[in-house]
């Protein structure tokens, strides 16, 4: 019975860690985003859908190889992103934070809409990438392909995130703007380049997250929704902003989350997730690992 | 000339309590007034948003969930407990303001998108509960039988009478909002609006004052549920979900952030849009994103004062040329 037991928790902190890991990557496009422009882009969860459902047209509709399917669907997501802020974004005539924000919610609505239009309202399966046989780990726990390649893809992604910002030239650039956008001006950067560039990338990363996950949890037009709110409230719970804790709150809002679900009621699922934030942001406002915003004047 | 400037708002109150009581000798239909009935219900919601969006320059996606509780506060204590009618509005009003601190409090204290994530997850928590205690709320199903609402021997209960009911509602709202603005407050909210620094460093308490502020739009939200919730007679879930939320900030915006008549004109052409988008089903969705994207985008501002600014920028041009 003990047994069981370990094993059940196993299981579901396994399951949590599959679906926090996807909140990570989530919450890492909200980041971007967010260091780029000071926004909240709520077209972040469109981008998780699009993800999936192109991955689901190239695979299942026109048969197209997987890593083919999977990379075309990334780069037209992001040229979606960059869409996104070539047209409405830049040319919108009030900079105001609330305006643009607002702005990617209708945007967003427009693509939810426009998607519903295409696939319809069902959810459709897509293929895992290599076979379901369940693999037997220690203790008992299983463990599907599915989650071993979300795991696999998420830490490739954080890696190469790592690297692009850490050492090429034009991540040090993106950190600039982020940092201070005039002074990265001034100093010969094109801060509008940087920012079609922070949209484009969100795309993709909500393009992956997208795609690794429709195996496991189906997908349809709006099913980025709760995965978008819930990768925001990662960033949040992490500390907006913070990469680092973008991946530790999506990791614990997957954990929690699961284990909620396991051991209370698999309806309790979504209101658990956003507990636990509201209690994070009553007991240290500023997210686990976040300092808080600076004044700016 | 002067004096009609002074007093332009005061104008304003008047023209519309002369709407407001000869409109019925002119509308006969009764699904006009439920359309405008709504239209009041969400001016209410609106104008309390407003003294947030507008003058504390911080958005609230969760304010169904504020609508929500005046309505199953007023349903649940008059339904299930009995509670007499006004009195369980003004316990939800002031209750809602309590809850609204709580989540407003921390958030608030810092700048950024804080309060945006924490009104966004009270708004989906508050919508699940009305779902899932059931024992309470009726569940999915929802709470029937809630009493229409009475002065004296005189029962609101037929459109016409809720029309008068929820349209003076909205006129007490517009004027306690406008009284506030006048206020001591108010011109500490202003001046929060044109610089958080400089307010701070003239003693204003910047983050005690949006505090409150949040509180108040909640309370705002209450009264305006508890109304919708004795004029209907039944409330479910489904009306106060994340969407509900989005909408309503969306007519301050459209309306004009920081216009108190901004919230009328945002709230009445929006509820309009939607009435009339009914028709264009399974477009509706993407209709509804493109208009809003465009006010977005050309008119931010919002709408009357868009246009507005639109004509006199091309007279001046004119003049310039």
Known sequence: MIMDFSQQIAQYIITGLTIGAIYAIVAMGFNIIHNATGIVNFAQCEFISLGGMFMYSLVVLFKVNLVVSFILSMTGVALIGALIEIGPIRHARSKDIIILIFLTIGISEVIRGSAQEIWGSDNVGVPSFSGD???????????????????????????????????????????????????????????????????????????????IIAPISTTSYDTGIMLGLKGFAAAILGGYGNFAGAILGGIILGVLESLGAGLISSQYKDAIAFFVLLLVLFLKPTGIMGYGESERV | MNIFIKHKDIFGFVLLAVMVIILPVFVKNKYYFIVLNVIGLNTIVAVGLNLLIGFAGQISLGHAAFYGLGSYFSGILTVNYGFPLWPAMLLG??????????????????????????????????????????????????????????????????????????????????????????????????????????????????????????????????VSGSLYAHYITFISPGSYDFYYSIQVVTMVIVGGMGSLWGSLFGAGILTLISEALHVAKQYH?????????????????????????????????KLLT
């Open chain 2, 93 to 222: 009003m002031l209750a809602t303001g309590v809850v609204a601190y709580l989540i407003g409090y921390p958030a608030l204290k810092l700048r950024g998108h804080y309060l945006v994530m924490a009104t966004l997850g009270f708004g989906i928590i508050v919508h699940f509960l009305m779902g899932e205690l059931d024992q309470f709320t009726g569940g999915h199903d929802g709470l029937m039988g809630i009493p229409h609402l009475s002065v004296g021997g005189l029962l609101f209960d037929t459109d016409l009478k809720n029309f008068y009911l929820i349209w003076g509602f909205v006129f007490l709202s517009m004027l306690a909002a406008r009284n506030i603005l006048n206020s001591r407050v108010g011109r500490a909210l202003r001046a929060i609006h044109g610089s958080e620094v400089a307010a701070n460093s003239l003693g204003v308490n910047t983050a005690d004052y949006k505090v409150k502020v949040f509180v108040l739009s909640a309370m705002f939200a209450s």
């Open chain 2, 285 to 317: 969705v993407i209709a509804y994103g493109v208009f809003l994207c465009l006010v977005l985008v050309f008119l931010p501002e919002g709408i009357l004062a868009g246009i507005y600014n639109f004509f006199v920028r091309k007279k001046t041009q």
């Open chain 1, 133 to 211: 046989a369940p693999i037997h780990l220690l203790g008992g726990a299983t463990i599907v392909p599915q989650h071993i390649w979300v795991f696999a893809i998420t830490v490739l992604v954080m890696l190469m995130l790592r690297y692009f910002f850490k050492r090429t030239l034009m991540g040090k650039a993106m950190r600039a703007t982020a940092v201070n956008r005039r002074a990265a001006a001034l100093t010969g950067i094109c801060v509008n380049r940087m920012i079609l560039f922070s949209f484009a990338f969100s795309g993709a990363l909500g393009a992956v997250a997208g795609m």
